[in-house]
């Protein structure tokens, strides 16, 4: 036997997903640390760990159950990703770009990826909500390193990671519901431990308003196979020496618990004004910037 875990086989794990939905989900949400979905979220669940697909190990941090949940929101068929894999675990490449492949194998169009992060920005303090609009990616480990996978560019363009039109949507959505949602940019490192205040200086020079362990590489992983991606940051504490108490996971947990009533809200307006799917035409219409994406007629 290999001594080597098997490595995930997302369009494998695609097929399986798709004999338990009846058409391709119009949007993937990934949950941040902490970020729960209430009970009852969306209609016709249909649940299913990570572990039940090839290759795909559990997700193991706390607060974060590895299930993918699929269901109707607004009427629009949603998958939520409870639970991610996170570099500082020790999780291969292959690893963590994989529930995005699976997404692009599925024919999900487009992303919304959640985190949970700490504030650098004086004015982002812990509960805020954050779109991103821009990332830093400090995390020292390249997701599209090594062959090219199927379906992916090898040298995708960074200059608009995140998708301005699904931006706009997100605030209108926001402002809707009185939620206020402040621009800014994701510094993300590689973690576990959280930062000093010197490191934390250096990012706020480099220009991060947030930093968080995250989103960066499945944001990148997105975009090499043409999905559009959305995220949304929740400040959960104020980042290392800007606060006198020492930071902690439990802190994240107990703001994430507080977050996720009014993050889900936001969630389903957001599902509410994305753009229908037109009668008709074919799937490959509503890819991010209209490439084909894995699984079709590449
Ligand atoms: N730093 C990095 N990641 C985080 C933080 C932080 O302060 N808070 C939540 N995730």
Same mark, same amino acid.
């Given at each position: 036997m290999s001594p080597f875990p098997p490595l995930p086989d997302p369009a494998k794990a695609a097929e399986l997903l798709a004999t338990r939905l009846r058409e391709a989900p119009e949007l993937l949400v990934v949950l941040g640390s902490g970020l729960a979905l209430p009970a009852?979220? !969306? &209609?016709d669940p249909v649940e299913l760990p990570f572990e039940a697909l090839p290759g795909f190990p559990p997700a193991g !941090?706390? #607060?974060? $159950? @590895?299930r993918y949940l699929a269901g109707r929101l607004e009427g629009r068929l949603v998958l939520f990703q409870r639970g991610r894999y996170h570099f500082y675990e020790g999780h291969s490449r292959a690893v963590v770009g994989a529930p995005i492949r699976v997404a692009a194998a599925l024919g999900i169009p487009r992303v919304l990826l959640t985190n949970a992060s700490g504030g650098i920005r004086p004015d982002l303090i812990p509960g805020s909500f954050v779109l991103v609009e821009d990332h830093i990616d *400090?995390? #020292?480990?390249? $997701? *599209?390193?090594g062959p090219v996978a199927s @379906? &992916? &560019?090898r040298f995708p363009d960074m200059s608009a990671p995140y998708d301005p039109q699904l931006g706009l949507l997100a605030e209108r959505a926001a402002a809707d519901l009185g939620i206020a949602l402040a621009r800014g940019t994701y510094g993300g490192v590689l973690g576990p431990n959280f930062e000093t205040p010197a490191e934390i200086r250096m990012l706020r020079l480099l220009g991060a308003d947030v930093v968080g362990m995250s989103t960066v590489p499945e944001a990148i992983v997105a975009r090499a196979l043409g999905l559009a991606v959305l995220a949304i940051s929740v400040v959960m504490n104020p980042a290392a020496g800007l606060t006198a108490r020492p930071l902690s996971h439990e802190e994240v947990l107990a703001v994430g618990a507080r977050s996720a009533g009014p993050l889900f809200e936001l969630v389903r307006r957001i599902v509410r004004g994305l753009p229908e799917k037109e009668l008709g035409a074919p799937d490959l219409d509503f890819g991010g910037d209209g490439r084909p994406r894995q699984g079709f007629s590449q």
């Open positions: 009852a979220a !969306v &209609e !941090v706390m #607060g974060h $159950p @590895g *400090l995390q #020292g480990r390249a $997701p *599209l390193a @379906g &992916e &560019e």
